[in-house]
């Protein structure tokens, strides 16, 4: 191979230098963990909405949920055992006890509504995009066993149903066995999606039926979202090599 040919002028390793590391960077990933995220004093916290109804967050945090001292934050409208003290959506703290043997400290439950406490039957946590890009949806659901009271969970985007699956003191669902949603009547295909900014992913947990109470339900939510890279750097990174290939051939000849 000729000398020249491994030579480039100075400007030339300038433009390399300046477009090189933008023409192959990768999509970045962030993923979203409901229960790392939670916030007992924010919502909405970052990407993430705890929802009392359709449409309406809460805006209350009760900082003794239990009334008994044990100092147990919850999102509810009123603390236990008041009317309102369901839908409820909290991170279990240690030592709280009655969640022995279903749900373990810093894990994610919520008790499903009932319309006769807060006029709605339907509560969930959502997610919204902050830019177009790649949904991958992972996790699962699992229901206490003290009660027979079937449940059901489902995943929407955009208030459309993606998937479901139904819970009841009958099942083998555990924290250590949880409902994949993979599992779900939509299939494992339906937990990635393609989505733009202002795109709302929602978990939404209500009973089977308005003549059973509500329940328990704990869960494990994470939000994988891929955003697509910027289209001036593809452009940024050919500019570059056609100026660093011009000036190859000029200094060539």
Known sequence: MHPLRLRLPAYALVILAMVWPAGFVRAQ????????DWSDVNNPNGAWRINKAPGQIFTINQNDYWSNGSGQHAWAEQP??????VP????????DTNFTGFASPGTIVMHTAETARTGTEFSSVT????????????????VQKVYDRPQ???????GTSLSTGDLSLGDAFTQANPFSFAAGSGGASVLNQTVHQGDVFELLLYR????TP?????MDLAVSFTAVPEPV?????????AAIMIARRRRVR
């Open 29 to 36: 990933t962030t993923v979203f963990n409901l229960g790392t």
């Open 80 to 85: 236990f055992a008041q009317t309102a003290h």
């Open 88 to 95: 409820v959506w909290m991170k279990v703290q240690s030592g």
């Open 127 to 142: 997610w919204t995009s902050s830019g177009d890009g790649s949904l991958a949806i992972s996790g699962g659901v699992w």
């Open 152 to 158: 059901r969970w489902e995943l929407r985007l955009n």
């Open 208 to 211: 089977q039926s308005s003549a």
């Open 214 to 218: 509500g329940t328990f339900v704990g």
């Open 233 to 241: 750097t593809s452009g940024l990174f050919a500019f570059g090599l």
